[in-house]
């Protein structure tokens, strides 16, 4: 075998166990719909899943790039980790990837960004859902109401925009979540009280120029004035795609799914 068929033997090699790693296809297509309310999203069960026992569920939120009626996009970032072998036989979870329209945000957030690029986000501490997030709010109510959900492990994740809605999840649902991690994320720090006995892991670049690092360490400071149980890593390499060393936390999902309500 000369150079030229060996390198394109190792690259056609390459490509087939990353195709393998992430063979997105194991996770099912699904719209919920409930009145005026629709949300497409991904689902990925157990192996060997059955519906008499139960199981952990986490809704992982994707950000404001992945928005779409695709019901695709959402996938790019993390729907592989939750696809490795060792993943699954580890965790045995139900793991569901919605997807917010291309119309809509997950958060009911606004920002502003001045001449030179720099973004200036404002978080509201009350108000009606958005309509992406409305719809998530049902179709979250729908599967707890589902026998093999375990109601003791409900999780929450998400990152950039999916981060601001996971702490949008947590305040209007503060019963409900056993645990959540936010990745390049923020809230209003008024909002804090309102999810202070949820298990946090945060995780923000430092040289996030998207997203500032001071929306995560805030957060992180009001939770720990408070008592509450949250974990801050900070990366200080790392722009915006702080979610690449996020993932491979090793103590991420022993973390996660080690919390029970």
Not at 26 to 36: A, H, L
Not at 89 to 116: G, R
Not at 125 to 146: H, T, V
Request: glycine share 6%.
């Amino acid at each position: 075998m000369n150079k030229l068929q060996l390198t394109f033997s190792i690259i056609l090699l390459s490509y087939g166990l990353n195709s393998k790693a992430q063979d997105l296809t194991k996770y099912e297509r699904v719209t919920f719909i409930k009145g005026k309310d629709s949300i497409s999203y991904r689902v990925l069960f157990p192996e060997n899943f059955d519906r008499t026992k139960k199981y952990p569920i986490l809704f992982f939120l994707h950000g404001s790039g992945e928005r779409g009626n695709d019901n695709q996009s959402q996938l790019t970032h993390g729907g592989g980790l939750f696809l490795k072998e060792e993943v699954r036989k580890q965790f045995p979870a139900i793991i569901v990837f919605p997807q917010c329209s291309s119309d809509s945000f997950w958060s009911n957030v606004e920002f502003k960004q001045d001449a030179t690029g720099n973004r200036e986000f404002l978080f509201q501490e009350a108000g009606q859902p958005s309509k992406a997030m409305q719809a998530l709010l049902a179709m979250i109510d729908n599967f707890a109401k589902k026998p093999y959900v375990d109601k003791h492990q409900v999780y929450a994740a998400g990152l950039s925009m999916g981060g601001m809605g996971t702490y949008e999840l947590l305040r209007r649902k503060p019963k409900l979540f056993a645990a959540a991690f936010t990745i390049c994320g923020g809230d209003n720090v008024a909002n804090v009280q309102k999810y202070k006995n949820t298990p946090m892991w945060i995780f923000h670049g430092e040289k996030d120029d998207v997203v500032p690092v001071l929306y995560s360490t805030s957060i992180a400071d009001q939770l720990k004035v408070l008592g509450s149980p949250v974990k801050l890593t900070l990366y200080p390499n790392a722009n915006h795609n702080s979610w690449d060393s996020a993932f491979a936390e090793p103590e991420l999902l022993p973390w996660l799914f080690s919390k029970h309500k």
